[in-house]
Structure formats: structure tokens, C-alpha cells
């Protein structure tokens, strides 16, 4: 695996064509969903991944500060999953404000996680639009834990640098608990009780499938969530896709391979421990 810290360094590396190189963007603290990306990206090509924890996506500074860093163990973990490039550039030189262009992730970014993380998707397209730039790459793979940014990046970067977006499910531990760099900072207890989050999108989902009402699926999904006192939600919505799109856009068929698509999400937010979690399901697709 060969490390590169510097852009300049990187520049010249992709300078060639952008065939064959698949990119897997990261701010590392590495686990489990981390290396389904990495497998996924390796059927491919070429797999640069890149580890940097970006400023701009985070809203509040005790959370940038508190995020987990485990660089040297990550650098093992890259190359024992065959990464042949990481890219891990100094925040000076990635944001070098006289190279960087600023994305805007419009109205559709201030829905759902946007509107309780104000700037949080212009901070994750402003970086990964750079590092598309400077990567070139042909494909690149997100996880669904982030729908709504692995959506965000597809309608917003994927026509303008040619590359293929691929999603890749949420990797989950034997309770379900969704696998998230932030787990490493709950006790056990904590990564116990946040199990319920799953429990709850699977019960959501369990009841459309039998009752097929929408209606009622965030009352059912909120009931089971109150079960464990010790979780604090923070928002419960049961939303379809396509209210990402404006009118006229093209729907996220490509993204996620199937035609017509229609799906609804049941998505959740919440603190354990003062840890803040993120977790979805599609209702009415088994196919993800
Ligand atoms: O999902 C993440 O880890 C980050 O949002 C990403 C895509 C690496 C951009 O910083």
C-alpha cells in the first residue's frame, strides 16, 4: 500500500486516465462497515481509499474534537484489506482555500439530518467533490447508513465527475446494532441499549409489510424506541426517497439498480450516553 499525504503527490498519481480506480472516502476509526466498503470497492480496480476527518461537516466543535481517532490502527487495517492507495492529507493542504470550491447541497440538504446538523451535507460534498477531483476515480462506494448523503453525493457529484456511486448496506452486529465509528465511544451497556434502534426500524417495518399503512409506522416505530428509557430520540421520520428529489430530477434508480423506484424510509436519530446515532430502513424494498 502506498500512503500519500500531500496533494500535489496525489495529483500526480491519477493524473492518468480515471480508469479503474475506486475510491472509498473515510475519516477512519475503521470497523466492520468500513471493510464491506473496502470488499466491495476491491471487485473492481484499484482501491484508494482516503482517511481524513473533515471540519466542514461537522456543526459543532465538541464533536469534531471528540471524534475517534485510531490512525495507525486504521493504516493497518487499509492495507491488510488490500487498499493499494490512502490518501491522507493535512487539513492545510486539502482545504487550501484558494483551491477548494465550496458545494452547495441546496434545499434538499437541510431536510431530515440537514435540519438538525445545519451545513453538515455543504461540508460533505465540498470534500468529496475535492477529493473526486483530485482522485478522479471511476466508482466510488458509500454506505446506506448515511442514505441521505450517499443520495446527496449521486445527485450532486456523480454526473459532473462521470463516476459510478455504489451503495453498499449497512453492516450491523449480532444485536443489529448499526456498525458507526461512534459506537467505540458507548460502554457496552450503552451499545447494549442501542440495539433498540434496529429493533424499532425492524418493527416499523413489520408493520407496513402486514398492515401496509404509513400512517401509523412513526407511532409504532416511537413506541418501541420508548421502551429503553435510556435512549433520547431525536427525530423519527417516515419519509419516501424521492422527497430529495425536486421536480423534474431524475429519481435514484441508477443509484440503487432498480427501476421505478419508490422507496419509503423510516429514519432515526437519538443519543445513548450522549452519543449521538444514526440509523434507516427501506420499508418496501427486501432488496436493501
Ligand atoms: O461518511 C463519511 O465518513 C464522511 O461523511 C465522508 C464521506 C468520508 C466525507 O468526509
Not at 465538541?62 to 491522507?88: C, G, H, R, S
Request: aromatic content about 8%.
Amino acid at each position: 500500500m502506498i500512503i500519500v499525504e500531500s496533494v500535489e503527490e496525489i495529483k500526480k498519481i491519477c493524473k492518468a486516465s480515471n480508469d479503474g480506480r475506486v475510491i472509498v472516502p473515510t475519516m477512519g476509526a475503521l470497523h466492520e462497515g468500513h471493510i464491506a466498503l473496502l470488499n466491495k470497492a476491491r471487485e473492481f480496480g484499484n482501491v484508494f481509499a482516503t482517511l481524513f476527518i473533515n471540519p466542514l461537516q461537522f456543526n459543532n466543535l465538541n464533536d469534531f474534537d471528540a471524534y475517534p481517532q485510531t490512525i495507525e490502527k486504521d493504516i493497518d487495517i487499509f492495507d491488510q484489506n488490500e487498499v493499494d492507495v490512502l490518501f491522507m492529507p493535512s487539513t492545510e493542504d486539502i482545504l487550501d482555500q484558494k483551491q477548494i470550491q465550496a458545494i452547495d447541497a441546496g434545499p434538499t440538504g437541510d431536510i431530515w439530518e440537514g435540519s438538525f446538523r445545519p451545513g453538515h451535507f455543504n461540508g460533505v460534498l465540498t470534500i468529496v467533490n475535492r477529493l473526486f477531483e483530485l482522485i478522479r476515480p471511476s466508482k466510488a462506494i458509500f454506505g446506506l447508513k448515511d442514505i441521505q448523503q450517499i443520495c446527496l453525493i449521486y445527485k450532486e457529484l456523480s454526473s459532473v465527475h462521470n463516476v459510478q456511486i455504489l451503495p453498499v448496506m449497512t453492516q450491523r452486529n449480532s444485536s443489529g446494532l448499526a456498525y458507526s465509528s461512534r459506537n467505540s465511544l458507548m460502554t457496552e451497556d450503552g451499545k447494549r441499549k442501542a440495539s433498540i434502534i434496529f429493533k424499532a426500524l425492524k418493527s416499523g417495518k413489520e408493520y407496513w409489510r402486514t398492515n401496509r399503512n404509513l400512517e401509523n409506522v412513526k407511532g409504532k416505530v416511537i413506541e418501541l424506541l420508548n421502551t429503553e428509557p435510556d435512549f433520547e430520540i431525536q427525530y423519527v421520520e417516515n419519509e419516501p426517497l424521492s422527497n430529495l428529489m425536486r421536480p423534474g430530477e431524475k429519481d435514484f434508480s441508477d443509484l440503487f439498480g432498480e427501476p421505478n423506484l419508490n422507496y419509503q424510509l423510516i429514519m432515526i436519530a437519538g443519543y445513548i450516553e450522549g452519543i449521538r446515532l444514526i440509523d434507516n430502513i427501506i420499508i418496501n424494498s427486501d432488496k436493501y
